[in-house]
């Protein structure tokens, strides 16, 4: 008897890339605006998902009845509900950098691939050195990442999703740039109008209420209660 899980992914598969588009163009030009409830989702969504998968291979006998697999998914689901609503101060407050995180291992991941270098641990290197790069910088400059990190994420994932029905998304070992396919240029150029595009649009739409939002929460507490 095959997992749940495994139909339902398999299901899924044609369709992975147009949910990437969606929910990239989503983070390119509305992604401050939806940040926390995205953020909020994907921590509902991996808490479910980990405590199904985890109870289900652990506990449940292979010949279990769909009812019995559909209640177990509604109870994680709901599990997975609970835990966002106890961590959500904690995750709201968190996303800005982890996004900022994620666009400077984004940056240095790519950076990495210029290279040509094809060693595992340097690559770990620039990744980790790229997050923790953008999480700090991301942490001071918080109005900036809502709006043009998140267009900068977006347009990645958007790419992403486009590449999983044309293909040809790897990088040549060699860094010449004759050798590079023209598929990849068209991907960069595409990357490069999605994130400017995105970053405009949301700067104009977003950026100054984000940048009061962030001025008031830098605000000392006595003073925004007017105490003194």
Known sequence: MKLPLSV??????????????????LMTYAGAKFLFVAI???VASGVSAFSFMLIFNLFVPV????????????ACIVL????????YKVTTKAAVPVIAGFCGLFLLW?????????????????????FALGAFLGHKAQAYVKTIGTAFIGANIIILGVS??????????????KEVPKAIWAYFAGWIVL????????????GGENEKEDAFNDEDEAKRCGCF
Do not use: E, H
Request: charged content about 5%; aromatic content about 16%; some cysteine.
């Open 8 to 25: 339902i992914m398999k299901a899924l598969g044609p369709y992975f890339g147009f949910i990437c588009i969606a929910f990239g163009a």
């Open 40 to 42: 909020s989702f994907m």
């Open 63 to 74: 010949n279990a009845s769909a009812g019995v697999a559909g209640f177990l998914l509604f």
């Open 80 to 87: 997975g509900g609970v835990v966002t609503y106890l961590t």
């Open 110 to 130: 790519t950076l990495y691939g210029l290279t040509g270098l094809r060693i595992k641990v340097v690559r770990a290197l620039f990744c980790v050195a790229g």
């Open 164 to 177: 999983m029905y044309a293909g040809n998304i790897d990088m040549p070992n060699s860094t010449n740039p």
């Open 195 to 206: 994130f400017i595009s995105g970053s405009v649009v949301q700067w104009k739409m977003f």
